[in-house]
């Protein structure tokens, strides 16, 4: 779904497809992140706001993106502590975790092709055994 700013005011189902977040996920962010507050109307349902989206939007970035705790996140979103872009430790831990993901993928993809092999030479050598037999 397109961001329509021209709009006032989104559901919290378009927000989670805005922001690519289940709604679950936005409605526990409202009870961590004291800034996300969106009003409500008269049934009660949430009425989210551009400046809302652009925080859920930024909260995903440091949790998601940065990966920062939610208690962290829940500091720099309220400014008592800035996010440093030089945050190394972080940047290598998140760079360590996708190539260990990586590499899991490989070994997966190794392995499955181990076992095909080994399968494929198990029914050969089955077969050899039934003529010999």
């Known amino acids: 779904m397109a961001f329509d700013s021209n709009k006032n005011y989104y559901s919290i189902g378009e927000v989670s497809?805005?922001?690519?977040?289940?709604?679950?996920?936005?409605?526990?962010?409202?009870s961590f992140f004291n800034e996300l507050a969106p009003a409500r109307d008269t049934r009660g349902n949430r009425r989210y706001t551009n400046r809302d989206i652009a925080l859920i939007l930024n909260i995903k970035e440091l949790v998601h993106e940065k990966g920062y705790k939610l208690g962290k996140a829940s500091q720099i979103v309220k400014g008592v502590i800035r996010d440093s872009e030089g945050d190394h430790k972080t940047t290598e831990i998140l760079k360590l975790q996708k190539q260990i993901g990586q590499e899991k993928n490989r070994h997966t993809v190794v392995?499955?092709?181990r076992m095909l092999l080994l399968q494929q030479i198990k029914e050969e050598v089955e077969d050899i055994l039934q003529l010999l037999g």
Do not use: K, M
């Not at 497809?17 to 409202?30: C, F």
């Open 17 to 30: 497809t805005i922001a690519a977040v289940p709604a679950y996920l936005l409605r526990y962010w409202e």
């Open 111 to 113: 392995d499955e092709r």
